[in-house]
């Protein structure tokens, strides 16, 4: 294969939310993360980032943002180190300015992923301000980016335009825990810029930020697409070509834990099964960015069968995540 060479221009940049990335600066991601897979599975090595340092903080749990950002940085050549608050002088209160300057002074990339709610993304953000090297979001309370990269990568794979499709992206009933708001709100952001038609489907209890919902209208406008908001679940699989169904937190409407987990179990009836999946289109392809819920948010039948793209999805996080890192590190 022909060496692959890093266009200079995104060098440094931060990367927080789509939001922040022009379509073409994605594309050019899209088009490096497809040059990595082929050499991933040709088995070439590409030490894009030689000796350089990735500081991963995570203040929550994870088993695909970890390993996929881990094993990616060490692909390119790089180290990844693992930080948890909890071991962490952050824990004693070192604030955001302190954390970023000093982890500037040695290595290349910070990585955070910090969820709270009302919290997260404006620590990330802090940081960012403050580091002289790249932030990147592993997810906070308003977007998960990454994984939507992934998620639009699983899409190009199986479909040869993405334009006018529609994606169905809608809520479901999982109630072991409240999740956060950040995948739907990076989907409803992302999807129309890529010109596909975004129906979003929640009991009214689950809306979205407002201002998110406002962006995803105005960037299916400027697009020429489409983006709806519904209160029914089958309208979302109606004629659609891409389900995403998954679990997220009654967080706009309460912050309430236990208000928010009795609210989940007030729609049980919101589950991906078979029937649903008949609704779609016949080359329609079920999503989700994992964990899933088995038997509460989807059927076996579903994430089992032929129309789910799960683990292609769960491993495109690590080649649009190795392009991002090869890009701004
Ligand atoms: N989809 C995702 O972000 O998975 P993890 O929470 O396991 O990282």
């Keep these: ?44 090595r590409t030490p894009l980032l030689p000796d350089k340092t990735l500081y991963m903080i995570f203040f929550d749990a994870s088993t695909r943002t970890r390993n996929s950002f881990e094993t990616g940085i060490t692909q390119l050549g790089g180290h990844g180190i693992y930080l948890s608050p909890d071991r962490m002088q952050i824990s004693h209160g070192e604030n955001a300015k302190d954390t970023a300057n000093v982890l500037s002074r040695y290595g290349d990339g910070i990585a955070i992923r910090h969820c709270t709610y009302g919290e997260g993304n404006a620590y990330i953000r802090d940081v960012a301000e403050q580091a002289g090297i790249p932030v990147l979001s592993m997810q906070d309370d308003f977007y998960h980016p990454c994984q939507i990269l992934a998620d639009y990568m699983t899409i190009r794979e199986r479909f040869a335009d993405t334009r006018g499709l529609k994606i169905g992206v809608a809520w479901t009933s999982a109630p072991n825990y409240v999740r956060p708001i950040s995948v739907p709100q990076s989907l409803v952001l992302m999807m129309p810029r890529f010109g596909l038609q975004v129906t979003l489907a929640y009991p009214p209890e689950f809306r979205l930020m407002p201002e998110i919902e406002e962006q995803a209208r105005a960037n299916a406008e400027a697009a020429g697409t489409e983006f709806r908001v519904t209160h029914t679940f089958e309208e979302a699989f109606e004629d659609a070509d891409i389900v995403v169904p998954k679990s997220w937190g ?80």
């Design 250 to 329: 009654p967080l706009v409407h309460t912050r309430d834990a236990a208000e928010g987990l009795r609210l989940i179990e007030e729609y049980p009836g919101w589950r991906c099964d078979a029937e649903h999946i008949a609704l779609g289109k016949e080359h329609l392809i079920y999503m989700h960015p994992l964990p899933a819920d088995r038997g509460r948010e989807v059927t076996d039948e579903v994430i089992d069968g032929p129309h789910s793209v799960v683990y292609d999805e769960a491993e495109n996080r690590l080649h649009v995540q190795k392009a991002l890192m090869a890009l701004v590190m």
């Design 1 to 44: 294969m022909r060496s692959i060479v890093i266009p200079p221009e995104l060098k440094g940049r931060d990367f927080i939310s789509t939001q922040d990335w022009t379509v073409e600066e994605l594309e050019t991601l899209f088009i490096l993360a497809e040059r990595l897979k082929r050499a991933k599975k040709a088995g070439e």
